[in-house]
Nanobody, 126 residues
Framework: QVQLVESGGGLVQAGGSLRLSCAASGRAVIYYPMGWFRQAPGKEREFVASTNWSGGLPYYADSVKGRFTISRDNAKNTAYLQMNSLKPEDTAVYYC???????????????????WGQGTQVTVSS
């Protein structure tokens, strides 16, 4: 069974850093685009960052640009989200996702993704 498992969340003070990991099992996702989304309590799940299958073409939400970095290690079937200069408004459950669709898909929308992890909580204290 194909699964994505996130890890690396936790509690951090404002200005701190965390590195989230997303490990795939059961199927190689190395040929597919991957993305990170987040969902705060009472809010919609929102796009954070995405990358194509090779780790190129990284794209970020304006709210995290310059602070977060998406990357992937296809040899390990794992994607990462390095989060620096964290702010209290970054507090959310973070999800990774893989898209198995082809064609001109918009990686900024959650409907483009087929497989989701269970999420990892990130809490940033002020």
């Amino acid at each position: 069974q194909v699964q994505l498992v996130e890890s690396g969340g936790g509690l951090v003070q404002a200005g701190g850093s965390l590195r989230l990991s997303c490990a795939a099992s059961g199927r190689a996702v190395i040929y597919y685009p991957m993305g990170w989304f987040r969902q705060a309590p009472g809010k919609e799940r929102e796009f954070v960052a995405s990358t194509n299958w090779s780790g190129g073409l990284p794209y970020y939400a304006d709210s995290v640009k310059g602070r977060f970095t998406i990357s992937r290690d296809n040899a390990k079937n794992t994607a990462y989200l390095q989060m620096n200069s964290l702010k209290p408004e970054d507090t959310a459950v973070y999800y990774c996702a893989a898209s198995f669709k082809s064609g001109g898909i918009k990686l900024t929308v959650k409907e483009s993704y087929d497989l989701w992890g269970q999420g990892t909580q990130v809490t940033v204290s002020s």
